[in-house]
């Protein structure tokens, strides 16, 4: 979706009559479609080909031959039994960018089990030291892991598009959910490796600043205050009208504000119960220190910078009308990120694709239809 965004012209290939999963996932839905579906799938053609039938092989070849980078996430050597692997599409098209994004690495012991989110985030830390201090792990309430991936994806694809228009060579490039999970774990990681240090639950603290974390207020709203350095710590103290914490020795340092966590929090978690978010906020506004409540969705597309920052998406869907998702979050100075294409609708693209892209006339069309080769959009589509 992101290289879609950019103006790459991207043909998502499905199975007929069912296409992709996520198709089906929800509610919710508007009218016929996921809402989930359509919020990653702007800016992609589809195009339904059936990859056990010889033609429908041909057609990938031949699509290959036309074609920048081939994304996939099959289980490792899947397409290789199928003979789509990049051994042989390497063959076909010396400078194909193939990529493939698994659950677990291309081989090793895990290689064959299937990838999902949670697991993981499971496997990898993550789940591990999210949750309440005092409680069970908890799931990242979206798919943090999925999404770096794909991420780690799209940037891979991105170095390997200059390396090719440097020296005009291809080459496969091999992403995975859990190796995605273990890097992103970045100093917690780093803590473990280098100082032995297990990683624990602190709800919406940090394990190595204090304070930093959402603190309660009067009417019950939540407020995440940090203070990563002495300067910052003193402003927050002034803010707060408890500059008699400064000189206290258990808090002169973050060194010993992390030992002493418990006394410091309990301090600091009264004082923010005696006002308002708005009130607090107020005194914040004009300080250098971190800050910002913890909003619902309502709240978060009704917030003055999101929507400056112009991260609502709309367009037209050819089925249930306007389509609201959140847009880029990245600005360009030359680049448009509009969105060009609509979620498509299950084979929306498969006549266009292979009559425009590898010129296929309207009876070879009809006979692979007729074949099961393809799927094409359906009217009760």
Not at 206 to 218: E, L, R, W
Not at 266 to 274: C, H, P, V, Y
Not at 300 to 311: E, R
């Amino acid at each position: 979706m992101i290289l879609g965004d950019l103006g790459a012209d991207v043909i998502k290939v499905e199975r007929p009559g069912s296409g992709d999963d996520t198709r089906l996932w929800g509610p919710p839905f508007v009218g016929d479609q996921s809402c989930y579906f359509l919020s990653i799938n702007r800016n992609k053609k589809s195009i339904c080909v059936n990859l056990r039938h010889p033609e429908g092989l041909q057609i990938i070849k031949k699509m290959v031959t036309h074609s920048d980078v081939l994304v996939e996430n099959y289980l490792p050597g899947k397409l290789d039994e199928l003979g789509l692997g990049y051994e042989t599409l390497k063959e076909i098209s010396p400078s194909l960018i193939y990529c493939s994004i698994t659950g677990y690495g291309p081989d090793g012991p895990y290689a064959s089990r299937g990838g999902y989110d949670v697991v993981a985030a499971a496997m990898g830390g993550l789940i591990h030291i999210t949750g309440p201090e005092d409680g069970e792990p908890v799931r990242v309430g979206v798919a943090m892991t999925d999404l770096s991936t794909g991420l780690f994806a799209y940037g891979a694809i991105l170095a390997a598009l200059l390396h090719r228009e440097r020296t005009g060579l291809g080459q496969k490039i091999d992403c995975n959910l859990l190796s995605t999970q273990v890097a992103i774990m970045s100093h917690i990681g780093a803590n473990y490796l280098m100082a032995g240090m297990e990683a624990k639950r602190w709800g919406t603290g940090h394990g190595s600043i204090v304070p930093y974390q959402a603190f309660k207020t009067s009417d019950g709203r939540l407020l995440i205050v940090g203070a990563g350095n002495n300067e910052h710590f003193k402003t927050l103290c002034k803010v707060l009208e408890m500059e008699e914490l400064v000189t206290d020795e258990r808090y002169t340092s973050n060194e010993l504000r992390v030992i002493n966590r418990d006394s410091l929090i309990t301090k600091l978690s009264a004082r923010f119960q005696e006002k308002e978010l708005s009130d607090w906020v107020a005194a914040f506004e004009e300080t250098c220190l971190p800050f910002g409540p913890v909003q619902s969705l309502q709240q978060v597309f009704q917030d003055p910078q999101v929507i400056h920052n112009k991260m609502i998406q709309e367009f037209n869907h050819p089925t249930v009308g306007n389509v609201r998702v959140p847009g880029p979050p990245v600005g360009y100075s030359t680049i448009q990120t509009d969105v060009r294409l609509s979620s498509p609708q299950l084979g929306e693209h498969t006549d266009q694709v292979l009559s425009e892209m590898l010129g296929y006339d309207r009876d070879q069309i009809q006979e692979l239809e007729a074949s099961g080769a393809i799927g094409t959009l359906q009217p009760s589509q």
